[in-house]
């Protein structure tokens, strides 16, 4: 595709259960983000993946958060047990191998916990 | 101390006033991002740099990799500028490192 796409655009949940986010990075983008943000605040980074390379997930707030990437494709982000602090827009980046390319982001995946 | 800080935090202008946001950093990197967030909206990429300087339309971002410092400028500013400006540094190591953004409000 032309950009990021990221699913669902919206997701409201009890608390409790579990989610699961889908971010379909850029074709040939070797480097993948998580990101949250929460209502006003700024980006709290989540997990990094890049290439073949052990995920970087020093991000990841507790052991209900969890992400996979098959390759370089898609990922998920998985929330388990979700909680209501765990409501946040939920971001995805992608940028090409090598430092000179141009970030780009998926429009973000709300997550409402109830 | 943040790996990464903006300054100022919150900005106020009025239109046609020239506007510098600073992006100061403390690690080393292969890469220094300038994004835009408008209030509800996503984040969309302005500038990567890696040295120098790089234009575009109204917009002016530069870098000095031995000060480890970067700065946005916006020329001829006009309310739709109004948004966040957030700072990102890709490390060397491969992580990005986000600034906690910089809120500008340009007024008519």
């Known amino acids: 595709g032309a950009g990021v796409s990221q699913s669902p655009s919206n997701k409201v949940t009890e608390k409790g259960k579990d989610v699961e986010l889908r971010c379909d990075p850029i074709?040939?983008?070797?480097?993948l983000y998580w990101y949250r943000q929460r209502l006003g605040q700024g980006l709290e980074f989540l997990i990094y993946f890049q290439g073949n390379s052990a995920p970087d997930k020093s991000g990841l707030p507790s052991d209900r958060f969890s992400a996979e990437r098959t390759g370089e494709s898609v990922s998920t982000l998985t929330i388990q047990r979700t909680q209501q602090e765990d409501s946040a827009v939920y971001l995805c980046a992608s940028l090409p191998q090598g430092a000179a390319g141009e970030l780009f982001f998926g429009e973000g995946s709300r997550l409402t916990v109830l | 101390k943040n790996e990464v800080e903006q300054s100022p935090q919150n900005l106020t202008a009025q239109e046609g006033e020239f506007i510098t946001i600073n992006c100061s950093y403390s690690v080393g990197i292969s890469a220094l991002h300038w994004l835009q967030q408008h209030p509800g909206g996503g984040i969309v990429s302005l500038f990567m740099l890696s040295s120098g300087k790089k234009k575009h339309g109204r917009l002016i971002a530069t870098i000095n990799i031995q000060e480890k410092h970067s700065s946005l400028h916006i020329t001829a500013s006009h309310p739709r500028d109004s948004a966040v400006y957030i700072c990102a540094v890709k490390r060397s190591q491969g992580n990005l490192i986000f600034g906690k953004g910089t809120k500008l409000s340009v007024k008519p």
């Open positions: 074709s040939g983008h070797t480097a």
